[in-house]
């Protein structure tokens, strides 16, 4: 078992005072069981800060302590018939496009006729996302396409968890986005913020994690938080304003390991 803080801070500072409309934080159950709270607000602000402080508990200290189903051991296979009906909406890709950068990119992991272990490749998928193209951090909202990350060679944390969905799912496994946190020391890749990955249906094993930004399988470091089948689904935090244009954000976090 392993313990962790997490401390999380948030401030939106507004040009003037501003409404608050509802703000959708974690706390009740979505449709994908993840936590969600919505906060309402009386008076008129200049700045909303929203912090959060808590203990955790980490039970699973071998995440590769799994066995996948035989069928599904090698690579390629296919989901069951009665599996396939519920993931259908975690393998729905962007395009079906045979040509461009994504198929391009994919081809370069894993050519058609190929067999190996499907656990090998999806290491094999992320480490190549690690190896091959530069960490960036992005305050801008929103996630880039696929495309897009390909093509400027870089990207966030969440753009590199939806370059790995979309190649998953090409490739016909299902996958969805996870946003959380990462206990790690600072560098260029963990720079107080919340961390995102991708995970994967594997048949016989359930969901496994795996994180491209730093090419490793989701571990006891990663602190999952939400799950969803888009990255849009599943932000730190979701409301609006009424006033005047202009605001700025401020976010910290700190993941630290208790003895």
Not at 157 to 164: E, G, N
Not at 184 to 211: C, I, M, Q, R
């Amino acid at each position: 078992m392993q313990r962790y803080k997490i401390v999380h801070r948030t401030y939106y500072n507004f040009s003037a005072a501003v409404r608050l409309e509802p703000h959708a934080l974690r706390r009740h159950r979505d449709v994908d069981d993840n936590s969600v709270a919505i906060a309402t607000f009386e008076l008129s602000a200049n700045q909303l800060s929203i912090e959060s402080e808590v203990i955790i508990q980490q039970y699973d200290q071998a995440p590769l302590d799994f066995l996948v189903a035989d069928y599904a051991v090698n690579y390629p296979f296919d989901y069951t018939p009665e599996d396939r009906v519920v993931l259908l909406p975690y393998m729905k890709v962007a395009t079906h496009k045979t040509t461009g950068p994504v198929p391009e990119w994919i081809a370069n992991v894993w050519q058609s006729g190929e067999r190996l272990q499907t656990y090998a490749l999806l290491q094999r998928l992320s480490g190549h996302i690690h190896d091959t193209l530069s960490y960036q951090i992005r305050e801008e909202p929103g996630v880039q396409t696929p495309a897009k990350t390909l093509s400027c060679g870089s990207g966030s944390c969440r753009d590199f968890a939806c370059l790995f969905m979309e190649a998953a799912r090409r490739l016909g496994l299902a996958s969805r986005f996870v946003s959380g946190y990462l206990h790690a020391p600072p560098s260029t890749a963990n720079f107080g913020a919340t961390h995102a990955w991708a995970e994967v249906y594997l048949p016989g094993a359930g969901w496994k994690g795996f994180d491209p930004t730093i090419g490793e399988v989701v571990g006891t470091n990663h602190i999952a938080v939400a799950v969803a089948r888009l990255p849009d689904s599943v932000p730190p935090v979701a409301g609006s304003f009424v006033g005047p244009a202009g605001a700025s954000l401020d976010v910290g976090v700190w993941v630290t390991e208790l003895s």
